[in-house]
């Protein structure tokens, strides 16, 4: 089994940062792309932005500029830096990984979420 795990939430105030971890543990055998996404009450799930195996990062276009997506192979972790904070960034926030996790198989895994609040 494969299980991802976020952690780093929090409240902070508006134009403040929080850095977001996401840790892969379990049966892996290689993690492709990884990404985080969020979603805010009453909203459907949107992607904030997702980094390759190869480290090569793509973001939405409403967090251009202020978040920085990273992953680290060795740790088979992902982070989610976020700067210059806004009210409409509140949202839970969500891990994803495809990982083959064997030889034949390969999924996407998503992690439990991170509660983000940016508020005054």
């Known amino acids: 089994q494969v299980q991802l795990v976020e952690s780093g939430g929090g409240l902070v105030q508006p134009g403040g940062s929080l850095r977001l971890s996401c840790a892969a543990s379990?049966?892996?055998?290689?993690?492709?792309?990884m990404g985080w996404y969020r979603q805010a009450p009453g909203k459907e799930r949107e992607l904030v932005g997702t980094?390759?195996?190869?480290?090569?990062?793509d973001y939405a276009d409403s967090v251009k500029g202020r978040f920085t997506i990273s992953r680290d192979n060795a740790k088979n972790t992902v982070a989610l830096q976020m700067n210059s904070l806004k009210p409409e960034d509140t949202a839970v926030y969500y891990c994803?990984?495809?990982?083959?996790?064997?030889?034949?198989?390969?999924?996407?895994?998503w992690g439990q979420g991170t509660q983000v609040i940016v508020s005054s």
């Open positions: 994803n990984a495809n990982i083959q996790e064997r030889t034949w198989r390969r999924r996407d895994y």
């Open positions: 980094v390759t195996s190869e480290g090569s990062p």
């Open positions: 379990g049966t892996i055998f290689s993690i492709n792309t």
